[in-house]
């Protein structure tokens, strides 16, 4: 078995490097975000490694998909070449279902490059949105990059925010400190 994510940093580094020369970082994320979903599908994942189909069928099959999916003028769909040959040598090494981790490696790449940096903070109620911009503008001094902050509920927390940044994880829940309250009694 091959970890997917090892086999997709190449093709990832590579659309990025292509995506880069022709500043088209955003049309290429925009793509491979819709391929990343069609392809998440495991009956087309499936149906895509049927052997008696030839290359050239699953691709047609897959530039159909993708077609349907987004508009004329995306990478994948409308003639754009870069984005046919790209399937094509995934459908050609049998690596068309890492599409959706090539897909996430580009997108760490692209805001890399962008000075951006994703944000999931998790509360236990929605914060007003003058909480998220003040939590924003922290995160945004201490990072030293734009913050593209996405929330989310977790009713187990009791109360306050975990925040995650990258591989950086922020615990300011009570529950976090309330375990940690407990460990130091117990020691």
């Known amino acids: 078995m091959f970890d997917k994510h090892?086999?997709?940093r190449p093709y990832a580094a590579?659309?990025?490097e292509i995506a880069s020369e022709s500043n088209d970082l955003a049309n290429w994320s925009k793509a491979l975000a819709v391929a990343k979903a069609v392809l998440s599908d495991d009956?087309?994942?499936k149906f895509l490694a049927i052997p008696t189909l030839t290359d050239e069928?699953?691709?047609s099959f897959l530039l159909d998909l993708l077609k349907m999916a987004t508009n004329e003028s995306s990478i994948f769909a409308g003639g754009h070449q870069q984005g046919t040959n790209f399937l094509k040598l995934l459908l050609e090494y049998?690596?068309?279902s890492v599409l959706p981790e090539i897909a996430e490696h580009f997108d760490k790449l692209k805001d890399n490059a962008e000075n951006m940096i994703d944000v999931t903070m998790t509360s236990v109620v929605p914060l007003s949105l003058t909480e998220q911009k003040e939590i924003?503008?922290?995160l945004k001094e201490r990072f030293g990059r734009e913050i593209h902050l996405q929330t989310e509920i977790n009713?187990?927390?009791i109360g306050g925010v975990v925040i995650r940044a990258g591989n950086i994880v922020i615990d300011g829940s009570i529950r976090s400190r309330l375990e940690s309250l407990s460990?130091?009694?117990i020691a």
């Open 14 to 16: 590579a659309i990025f």
């Open 94 to 96: 049998q690596r068309i």
């Open 43 to 45: 009956q087309i994942i």
């Open 155 to 157: 009713k187990n927390l």
């Open 6 to 8: 090892t086999l997709a």
């Open 136 to 138: 924003a503008t922290a």
């Open 183 to 185: 460990n130091e009694l």
């Open 57 to 59: 069928e699953k691709l």
